[in-house]
């Protein structure tokens, strides 16, 4: 007997005009791309305006949806129904393009120059840790600002730990507000001659260690971003800020998704419980790739048992049709020694038969009914072969329901440790799809899943 959780009512989710953004995290691989791209399918027919954002480098999200690629600009999604009056459209983060535009928004254009083609920026823009996070808030910031859309659907990046698409923002910050930067600005931001001339001798001294440590071009480089980035820093920060707070305001909801699989729903737990921290409003939690079986009442202890059963019937008539088959063998060795015994003796006795106009009765008779029950015999071995196989073939597919069954009473067993430690946060299983998911009508197939309702025959 499993626990119960509340359930979560994906529908009224999406349908409420207050939802304004709807976040899908979790950690890798547990299909949140697909999830984020079903919610805005299905909140698009249902007369919703939403846009989905990815992070998902694997480029899924554009195949499902029928677009030739995506980018940071979004693009809108054919073939959905508008009949609701709801459209949808999708786009891709370019980390690096994202960065630009900031940079290109917040600055003047002799600045954002210096600072596009400074090698340094560059670098921090293609491949820093915690940038393509933060980016992705930045774009969220972005979309959210344009206001062209009611709903916004995030699929947070594939990190490592679902943890630092929170984290992003501080990490950032914290390296804008290090002392190595500060230090790095600290001549920009001394005023009057003496104050430069008393730096400029400490500066020497340290610029003339670091060059030995990071190369003199490196540290010239930094120097440089870091002169021309000084106006922007503020801007960063105060904009995660916001973006940190939108994230907490009313219209925002947290989906975590996870696989019934131990080390998702313990990275789930932990999302569950920062989320909370952080008092974020969370919405519920997907369990994508739950398996079931339409003949759950046979447990696979009793699938084994009729499977082993059924091997032994197989393999003992295998026994039986291969000693019938020996005896009738050597039953037809004997009769055929005693036939060429019985042909000299009786060649006389045919010729003076012949000779007097009469014949000789061969008994074909005997000859008949040999054959009738050789025939006999054959079908009896073709058929015990047949029903052989058939219990060999009805044993292997026991087998793979038992191993079936034992994969859903580990699922659930897993499942089950997740609500005992959060019986509070509402939840949806999403069964596994016998394929992957390449088109809208997949797309559907999982919205109709999410919405706890069964899929169209």
């Known amino acids: 007997m499993s626990l119960e959780s509340p359930v979560l009512d994906i529908d009224p989710l999406l349908d409420d005009p207050k939802t304004r953004i709807i976040v899908c995290c979790g950690s890798g691989g547990v299909g949140k791309t697909t999830t984020a791209a079903a919610l805005g399918v299905r909140a698009a027919e249902r007369g919703r305006t939403a846009v989905v954002l990815t992070i998902d480098p694997a480029r899924r999200l554009a195949q499902s949806m029928g677009l030739t690629e995506l980018d940071n600009t979004p693009r809108e999604v054919a ?101 190595f930067i500060k230090l790095l600005m600290a001549p920009a931001k001394v005023g009057g001659r003496a104050g430069v001339k008393v730096l400029n001798i400490g500066m020497s001294m340290m610029t003339g260690t670091l060059s030995k440590v990071m190369g003199a ?83 696979a202890e009793r699938a084994l048992a009729a499977a082993e059963a059924l091997e032994d019937a197989a393999a003992e ?32 006795d045919t010729a003076e038969n012949l000779g007097t106009g009469r014949m000789v009765d061969p008994s074909p008779g005997n000859a008949v009914r040999g054959s009738a029950d050789g025939t006999q015999e054959h079908q009896d071995r ?38 005992s430690v959060h019986p509070e946060v509402p939840m949806v299983d999403v069964t596994a799809l016998p394929g992957d998911v390449h088109d809208l009508d997949g797309l559907r ?13």
């Open 79 to 179: 073939g959905i129904d508008r009949s609701a009056g709801g459209s949808l459209h999708a786009m891709m983060l370019d980390m690096k393009r994202t960065f630009d535009e900031v940079v290109v928004q917040h600055s003047d254009a002799e600045r954002a120059r210096a600072i596009l083609e400074n090698p340094f920026y560059q670098s921090l823009s293609a491949g820093f840790a915690g940038t393509q996070e933060y980016m992705a808030m930045e774009k969220l910031g972005q979309l959210r600002a344009q206001d062209a859309w009611d709903l916004i659907i995030v699929d947070t990046p594939p990190s490592r730990s679902a943890l630092d698409f929170l984290d992003a923002p501080k990490r950032l910050g914290s390296f804008l507000d290090g002392r």
């Open 217 to 299: 071009g490196l540290l010239r480089d930094v120097q440089t971003f870091i002169s021309a980035m000084d106006t922007m820093f503020g801007g960063f920060r105060t904009r995660a800020d916001a973006t940190y707070r939108l994230l907490q305001a009313p219209g925002t909801a947290f989906l975590v998704v996870a696989a019934p699989e131990r080390d998702a729903l313990r990275e789930a737990a932990y999302f569950v419980e920062r989320l909370a921290a952080e008092d974020m409003p969370l919405a519920g939690l997907v369990l994508n790739r739950v398996h079931g079986s339409g003949a759950d009442r046979l447990t």
């Open 317 to 348: 008539a295998l026994e039986d049709a291969a000693a019938d088959a020996a005896a009738e063998a050597a039953d037809a060795l004997d009769e055929d020694g005693a036939r060429d015994e019985d042909h000299g003796r009786d060649e006389g």
């Open 382 to 419: 073709t058929e015990g072969d047949r029903q052989a196989r058939t219990e060999r073939l009805t044993a292997g597919l026991l087998r793979l329901h038992a191993e079936r069954m034992q994969v859903v009473a580990r699922e659930r067993r897993t499942r089950d440790r997740f609500v």
């Open 445 to 457: 197939m999982i919205g109709l899943r999410l919405a706890g309702q069964p899929a169209a025959a």
